[in-house]
């Protein structure tokens, strides 16, 4: 495993969420309430559309694109009948530090 680091420790709190990148790779990171931090691939696994705008309830990340909402626990889609999940990354905290294995990372070119 090859753990990248995100941001700060203190940058999600419980109950929160927040963007962030890594190399080309977008990563969300959710706190839900009562639970423990998480770390899902930054798309909708249905319309492939970044997360970045995505709302949170706690427990249920909604995308904005076309309101599917997903429970973070599992990543399951709940709002509809179908098989797409959140893509989780494995997470951990070092130091002050929150890390997510997201596999290899590539820097973006930079621009021409």
Known sequence: ????????????????MGFFVAGKKSVLLVWPEGGELKAFRGRCPHADVPLNEATFSGKVVTCPHHQWGFDVAS?????HLVRNTLHPYPVRVEGSEIQVDVGPVRTPAPPA
């Open 1 to 16: 495993m090859a753990f990248t680091s995100i941001c700060d420790a203190s940058a999600v709190k419980e109950g929160g």
């Open 75 to 79: 990543g399951k889609c709940v709002t």
